[in-house]
């Protein structure tokens, strides 16, 4: 996943305290996450890659052990709106890691849309999300959900509100 970002300064690197915020948040603050067990690998100003062990919580299809759209619709969500929350830091970086950990009380999403591709059958995956425009009010992310191999199983795009 790459695209131009002309609007999010290239070249970034958050803070070890901002980092460490941002997986509080969305690995152990936000419980939902934390049922489903998302763990990020990555977090770049726009790019985010992170990892989702299949447990048996998640099975949608009891006969395929496939995990179910509802759980793949989430973590595509979550891992979108931390790509945008990552880029609208990334353009604050004048402010102190603390606040820019409090852009995330503003932040909802206001438009998702998931594209299920193939079926979800393994023991964990890969979700990529990009931060494609961050503005002042909306932002918009691009992501998807991969079998631990690569394979596009899913892909989303979703507009968040920034302010």
Do not use: C
Not at 3 to 20: G, K, M, Q, T
Not at 36 to 63: C, D, W
Not at 134 to 141: I, L
Not at 142 to 156: C, N, P, V, Y
């Amino acid at each position: 996943m790459t695209s131009s970002r002309s609007d999010i300064p290239p070249h970034v690197v958050f803070e070890p305290e901002f980092i460490e915020g941002l997986r509080e948040i969305y690995e152990e603050k936000i419980l939902f996450n934390q049922w489903m067990g998302i763990k990020v690998e990555s977090y770049q100003p726009t790019n985010i890659i992170a990892h989702l062990r299949m447990k048996p919580e998640l099975v949608g299809h009891f006969a395929y052990h496939r995990i179910h759209g509802g759980v793949i619709s989430a973590a595509l969500d979550v891992m979108g709106s931390l790509a945008v929350l990552s880029g609208l830091a990334a353009k604050h970086m004048d402010q102190s890691p603390a606040k820019r950990l409090e852009l995330f009380t503003r932040h909802s999403t206001i438009d998702l849309r998931i594209d299920y591709l193939r079926p979800a059958i393994g023991d964990a995956f890969v979700i990529h999300a990009e931060a494609v425009r961050v503005g002042a009010k909306v932002a918009n992310a691009r992501m998807e959900f991969r079998s631990a191999d690569g394979k596009l199983l899913s892909t989303g795009t979703a507009a968040y509100l920034t302010t």
